[in-house]
């Protein structure tokens, strides 16, 4: 599953680890997190990420 980063914060949305302080289970791709799902870090929504390239 590909990781997505906060162009904001540089937050990586690793769907292996999910995002467990807002209910989102391990395993989860990132586009199917809730369309009012923000980032963890500093709030922005999901049109703030872009696919992560490691």
Do not use: R, S
């Amino acid at each position: 599953m590909k990781k997505y980063i906060c162009t904001v914060c540089q937050h990586i949305y690793d769907p292996e680890v999910g995002d467990p302080a807002n209910e989102i289970d391990p395993g989860t791709p990132f586009e199917e997190l809730p369309d009012d799902w923000v980032c963890p870090l500093c709030g922005v929504g999901k049109e703030d990420f872009e696919p992560y390239d490691e």
